[in-house]
Every structure is written in C-alpha cells, then in structure tokens.
C-alpha cells in the first residue's frame, strides 16, 4: 500500500525522541481499536489494539491511550527509531462487526 | 512467523476484463477479508468470509464482486468486469480473534 500522493499530517521527530500520534472517531459504538503501521509498498501492519473497556494499553515501546470521553485515541512510541517512519493508522471496529473502519493516517518521519 | 500471502503482487488488466485476486491466510483463522486502498485514500473494507459464507459487505462490494474459498486454504477476489476505479491495492487479511492480519497486497491496474 504506498502512500506517495497521500496529503497525510506529518509528524517529524528526532531519532530517541519519543512520538505520539493521534486519532479522532466519532462512533460511540466502536469498541475496539486497533494501531497500523504501513510501510511503502507494503499491507497494514498490526502494532497494537485495545478495546473500549481500558484506557490504556502497554507493549514494547509503544502505548495506546483511548479516551472515550472525548472519543479520541493515542499511540505513543518511546525512543522513536528510524525504522518507525512508516505512515500510521488508527482503526476501530464497531459492536457486533467484523469490519474495520480505518482514519485517513499519519506519516512519521524520523530524523537520524 | 505465519503471515498471509497474496498473489499475484501486481495484476494489470485492461477495463471489462475479470480479474481474480488470489490470498492464503494464516492456517488456523477463520474469518477472512478484503480490503482496499485507493492510491492517495484510506483502506477500506469490502467483505468479510465467515463459516464459506459472506457475513458483512460494504457498499463498494457490489454485484461486481465476488469471494470464495475454493479449498481449505485459498481465498479469492473475482471482479467479473473491471473498470478504471477498480484501479487500487487489495488486501487480504485474517484473524482467529480481534487481531485482523493483512498480507502484502496485490496492485491491481486497470487500463
């Protein structure tokens, strides 16, 4: 899946920086949620997800936030890596669906 | 690590023409998708396969399309007679949970 032509928001860091990214939904159905990273030319790959019962979720380097409040979801990266330029995407999945609903994304860009 | 496949990785084809997407997913999920990013958009859903049954389709899974699981380990999108917005990468995914695992995509031009 390549990005080029993607007017995505960029967020540009310095390698060891650490990084959050953010997403907005607007279903107050969905109930799980789930990070994507993507790779140019490549399929989504899965990061990390939680569901609509926690507001926070741990894995290696990276944390996912969700607020439902405010319906609004997070993924902190720690130590941000040049490897980690990839574009990110949030996805959710509503009650009693299978499917995802993807955001439109965001391009991290990080500098060595 | 067992990940999906799909093939082919690029398929060119000129408009009207059917064309079949092929995946193999991960060999013990059950639930198989396909989705597609438009260059320059989203990734967007287009159906779910449950039990050899469709179990959730969008409204870009028209007539046009079709899925099927012609043995216990293939998964194919036909599109019987494509146009030039049928133009965009298709994935493939799977899960044997929540977790929806998607392959690499095929690259699918329509001329």
């Given at each position: 899946?390549?990005?080029?032509?993607?007017?995505?928001?960029?967020l540009?860091?310095?390698?060891g920086?650490?990084?959050?990214i953010?997403?907005?939904?607007?279903?107050?159905?969905?109930?799980?949620?789930?990070?994507?990273?993507q790779?140019?030319?490549?399929?989504?790959q899965?990061?990390i997800?939680?569901?609509?019962?926690m507001?926070?979720?741990?894995?290696q380097?990276?944390?996912?936030?969700l607020?439902k409040?405010?319906?609004?979801l997070s993924?902190?990266?720690?130590?941000?890596?040049?490897?980690?330029?990839?574009?990110y995407?949030?996805?959710?999945?509503d009650?009693?669906?299978?499917?995802?609903?993807?955001?439109?994304?965001?391009?991290?860009?990080?500098?060595? | 690590?067992?990940?999906v496949?799909?093939?082919?990785s690029?398929?060119?084809?000129?408009?009207?023409?059917?064309?079949?997407l092929?995946?193999?997913?991960?060999?013990?999920?059950?639930?198989?998708?396909?989705?597609?990013?438009?260059?320059g958009?989203?990734?967007?859903f287009?159906?779910?396969?449950y039990?050899?049954?469709i179990?959730?389709?969008?409204?870009?899974?028209?007539?046009?399309?079709?899925?099927e699981?012609?043995?216990?380990?293939n998964?194919?999108?036909k599109?019987?007679?494509?146009k030039?917005?049928?133009?965009?990468?298709?994935?493939?995914?799977?899960t044997?949970?929540?977790?929806?695992?998607?392959?690499?995509?095929?690259?699918?031009?329509?001329?």
């Amino acid at each position: 899946g390549e990005s080029v032509g993607l007017h995505l928001p960029t967020l540009s860091v310095q390698e060891g920086d650490n990084s959050i990214i953010n997403c907005a939904y607007s279903n107050s159905a969905s109930d799980y949620f789930i990070w994507y990273k993507q790779e140019s030319g490549k399929g989504p790959q899965f990061i990390i997800d939680i569901r609509s019962n926690m507001d926070k979720r741990q894995g290696q380097r990276v944390t996912v936030l969700l607020n439902k409040t405010v319906k609004h979801l997070s993924l902190q990266i720690a130590a941000t890596q040049p490897g980690d330029s990839a574009v990110y995407f949030c996805a959710h999945q509503d009650t009693g669906r299978r499917a995802l609903t993807f955001g439109s994304g965001t391009r991290l860009q990080v500098q060595p | 690590e067992p990940e999906v496949t799909q093939t082919p990785s690029h398929q060119v084809t000129q408009m009207g023409q059917e064309v079949i997407l092929r995946c193999v997913p991960i060999s013990n999920h059950l639930y198989f998708y396909w989705y597609r990013q438009i260059l320059g958009q989203k990734v967007e859903f287009l159906v779910s396969f449950y039990n050899n049954e469709i179990s959730e389709k969008s409204e870009i899974f028209d007539d046009q399309f079709s899925v099927e699981r012609p043995d216990g380990s293939n998964f194919t999108l036909k599109i019987r007679s494509t146009k030039l917005e049928d133009s965009a990468m298709y994935f493939c995914a799977s899960t044997g949970g929540y977790e929806q695992y998607f392959g690499p995509g095929t690259r699918l031009t329509v001329t």
